[in-house]
Each structure stands twice: as structure tokens, then as C-alpha cells.
């Protein structure tokens, strides 16, 4: 509405003009128009999505991408921002473990409504690869309301632009007062049913959103660990007299009593002297821990395949390099019973500690002397090793798969 048509003149004939539209009228190249507060609101809402990036894989590279110039998503006004606190779009890209899920609740709830979510790449879908993995959530819609689905492995930045736009719709409908449904293809919907119900199914219990809810809120409340403390190992008589061996083979046989050199596998050494011939190995120059493996073995079966009736047992093999000029690596192996401790080489070697802590969280195999072996890979109340060999892949984990 131009200035020139506002009313000046009243019922009793009288002119008048309202100063301020008096200074308007008079301001060169100045124009009014007139519109909705409501449709200011949304057009405002739609266009400042701000963005809370949960990305735990490859599908993060892509959503970097996204703000680059080639696609730039800061031209509909949606820039990323690190706190949930001032962000109300989740874009969760990439798997999400059964360790990482309380985390994503947690931060969730600490963004403001309005909220929605993203759930970008196959992973974040359903778990895609890793969906029956006893360490994977399958599907962020078992415990996050997901209003757009990007699909995809890894969907190109395009594509989450494109969701962009899908949920800029979903805000101006639902700010009108519609009704936003997805389509539903039941096929498509059993074919791809998660081990937990998700969240829009009617036959979900309440009582798993609460323990969700519940878990996800404890879950910065775990106990704190001791210090970490390690006594240096002490030396060994064989160590002062490490250079009467410098072959690693020629050591094993003359001071270990080893006589079995296998061609496709590391040669077994007593568990008891696992310690010892560490250390006589780092005075040698083996001064890198390379890793440390661990298998589980069922009653009856053994690696070499020639002595049926093997007790269950585990395996765990060890590799040390040496640097410089040169470099050589040594491998060798214990076998240990069901609850036989091995002794921990975090005294000899500071890589030690956490490669330790995974082969005992995974496997079940425990390090005495070990300074500090409790979960690293799965939760602190995880009760089972899975991977051992008895143990099915797709272990359930309430209430996350």
C-alpha cells in the first residue's frame, strides 16, 4: 500500500495525516507494503536453519562439502554451529554405535523447539553395512524423531542441499497449520524393521523411550578412573644379557625353548615368560608396539587344525618393530586358558595401554598388572566380550538395538 493511498480525510471532513507515515511519504525512494506478521515469521524460520553437525564417518566429508562454494549452503541462510544450545537442526551423518546413542539423545535434548532432524547417509538410516552389528544402532528413528531422510552412501553435499529444501517445506506446512506425513510402503517398512520398534510405531513400548531417556541422561555420570600409575618392569637377568641373542629366531630357541618355527603363523611361547622375552626383545631394539591380537577358541578346534579336542582357549599374538635403517618386525604367540590372566606389557611400552584395554573390552582377554583395564570400545555396563567365537554378531543391547 503506497503512502498516497492512506485516508486523509476524516468523517467530519477534517484532513489529517499520521506523522510518521507524513515522514515516510516525504522520504525519497522510500515505498511501504504490508504483510502477514506470520508469514514474516516462517519465511524467517525456513530460511535461518541452523545446523548441529553429528557427523561420525564418511558421510561428515560430505556435509563439509556442503558449505563449500560449490554448493554453499549459507545462501538460504543455514549456517553450522557447535552448540545444540543454538541450533535447531540436527544432521546426524554417519553410523551411530550403541556407545555414541546416549550422546546423540543427550545433545537433542539440548536443543530448543522447534527442532527437526536429518538423518543423512544409509548408516544413519538403518545401519546400512553394519545394521545387524552388535556395536551399531539400526536406525536413528528408534530413539530421534527424523523429519527428512537423505539417503544415500555417502549422499553428495546436492543431496543434503535437497533435504534442505524437503525440510523448509515440512516448516512452512507445519507453520500453516498441515498435517506432514511421510509416505508409508509397508514392504519397504518390514523389510527394513529394526531389532527395536521405532519411534512412530504403535506397538512401541513407552517404557523404552523412557529408559532412552533415562540412560541418555546418566550418561556423562559414569565413576571417574584412578590415576593412571605405571611401575616400570623390572629387569630381568636375560635383559643385562641381551647381547648374547641378537636373532630373534636364534632367542627363541637357545633361551626359550621354542623348536616350532611355523611358515603362516607366530610362533607360541610359554605365557609365563611372555614378559620376559619383551623385554629382552626392547633391549634389542624392538622398541615400537606394533599391536597386540587377540582370538577366542572353542573347545575342539585349533588353528592348525591337527589336535582335535583342544580345551577352549584363547590366543594373542604380539608385534614389536624396531626403527631406523633397516626396520624388522617380530611376531610371536601365548596361549592362554579360559580366565588365565597374561601379563600386561604397559610397563615396557606406552602403546601398550589402550591396545591391551581393547583386546580385553572385545575379546575377554585380561592383562595382570594392566593400570587401568576397563571398556574402551563399548559401554562401561556392557557385560559380554563380542568377539568371541561364541557369541552371535548381532548381540541385542537394550535399549538401543
Not at 511421510?182 to 518390514?190: A, D, I, M, T
Not at 641381551?242 to 627363541?252: G, Q, Y
Not at 611376531?331 to 606389557?345: F, I, M, R, Y
Request: glycine share 8%; net charge neutral; with cysteine.
Amino acid at each position: 500500500m503506497a503512502v498516497s493511498d492512506y485516508p486523509k480525510t476524516l468523517d467530519d471532513g477534517s484532513m489529517f495525516e499520521h506523522p510518521l507515515y507524513q515522514v515516510l511519504h516525504h522520504t525519497p525512494g522510500l515505498s511501504i507494503a504490508t504483510a502477514k506478521l506470520d508469514e514474516l515469521l516462517t519465511w524467517g524460520v525456513s530460511h535461518a536453519l541452523w545446523m548441529f553437525p553429528m557427523a561420525t564417518s564418511c558421510c561428515g566429508i560430505e556435509f563439509m562439502a556442503a558449505a563449500g562454494a560449490r554448493v554453499d549452503v549459507d545462501r538460504m541462510g543455514t549456517i553450522v554451529r557447535a552448540s545444540p544450545r543454538h541450533a535447531d537442526v540436527m544432521v546426524v551423518a554417519g553410523t551411530i554405535t550403541v556407545k555414541m546413542a546416549p550422546r546423540v539423545r543427550k545433545l537433542w535434548d539440548q536443543m530448543p523447539e522447534p527442532k527437526w532432524c536429518i538423518a543423512m547417509g544409509s548408516c544413519a538410516i538403518s545401519g546400512d553395512f553394519y545394521r545387524n552389528l552388535y556395536s551399531v544402532v539400526p536406525g536413528i528413528d528408534t530413539f530421534l524423531p527424523v523429519d527428512v531422510y537423505v539417503p544415500g552412501c555417502p549422499p553428495n553435499p546436492e543431496s543434503l542441499m535437497h533435504g534442505l529444501m524437503r525440510l523448509q517445506e515440512k516448516v512452512k506446512a507445519t507453520r500453516e497449520g498441515k498435517t506432514v506425513t511421510r509416505e508409508q510402503n509397508p514392504g519397504l517398512l518390514q523389510a527394513t524393521n529394526p531389532s527395536i520398534p521405532r519411534l512412530d510405531d504403535k506397538g512401541r513400548n513407552p517404557a523404552l523411550s523412557a529408559q532412552q531417556e533415562s540412560s541418555a541422561a546418566d550418561v556423562t555420570m559414569q565413576d571417574q578412573s584412578e590415576p593412571l600409575v605405571i611401575e616400570p618392569a623390572a629387569p630381568t637377568q636375560a635383559a643385562a644379557s641381551s647381547a648374547a641373542a641378537s636373532d630373534f629366531e636364534t632367542l627363541l630357541k637357545t633361551e626359550f625353548g621354542v623348536t616350532e618355527l611355523p611358515k603362516n603363523g607366530p610362533p607360541l611361547v610359554p605365557a609365563a615368560r611372555h614378559l620376559e622375552l619383551a623385554t629382552r626383545l626392547k633391549a634389542m631394539g624392538y622398541t615400537i608396539y606394533g599391536a597386540v591380537v587377540a582370538s577366542h577358541w572353542l573347545s575342539g578346534v585349533s588353528r592348525t587344525g591337527k589336535t582335535p579336542g583342544e580345551p577352549e582357549h584363547y590366543e594373542v599374538a604380539t608385534v614389536l618393530r624396531s626403527v631406523g635403517k633397516g626396520s624388522k618386525t617380530v611376531t610371536w604367540a601365548v596361549k592362554l586358558g579360559v580366565g588365565e590372566p597374561l601379563q600386561s606389557l604397559a610397563g615396557l611400552f606406552a602403546g601398550a595401554d589402550w591396545q591391551e584395554r581393547e583386546q580385553y573390552d572385545l575379546v575377554g582377554v585380561r592383562f595382570a598388572g594392566h593400570p587401568d583395564l576397563r571398556r574402551l570400545m563399548m559401554p562401561e555396563n556392557y557385560t559380554v566380550h563380542p568377539l568371541r567365537r561364541d557369541l552371535p554378531a548381532d548381540l541385542p543391547y537394550a535399549p538401543w538395538r
